[in-house]
């Protein structure tokens, strides 16, 4: 049995948030760098660079977790009758011993 179009399409949608940030994080770093190397290590503007690419990290992090979550969840629903998959389910999750 092959994978479907919808199939594949959260498969790459799982891997794709991850791949974006990891970019966005490099483009950033390289910025970071060639400003530090002209300007100095020690000024604000590398400082504010810094600060950027650590809120990057952080937020760019916990949003490609959810996204791939939501993917890796949607894909399961599509594999399996017993892991129906929707927004309500996905909020309202039991936690197994509970």
């Known amino acids: 049995m092959s994978a479907t179009t919808y199939q594949r399409t ?36 590398t400082a504010t660079r810094m600060h950027r690419l650590g809120w990057w990290l ?5 949003t490609a977790e959810i996204a791939q979550a939501n993917a890796q969840a949607a894909l399961l629903a599509t594999l399996t009758r017993e892991a129906p998959y929707s927004v309500s389910s996905w909020f309202g999750q039991r936690w197994p011993g509970r």
Do not use: C, D, H, Q
């Not at 790459?12 to 530090?36: C, H």
């Open 10 to 45: 959260l498969s790459t949608l799982g891997e794709l948030p991850w791949m974006l940030m990891v970019v966005g994080a490099l483009i950033l770093l390289s910025m970071l760098l060639r400003a530090a190397g002209r300007e100095g290590v020690y000024t604000g503007n």
């Open 58 to 62: 952080i937020a760019g992090s916990i």
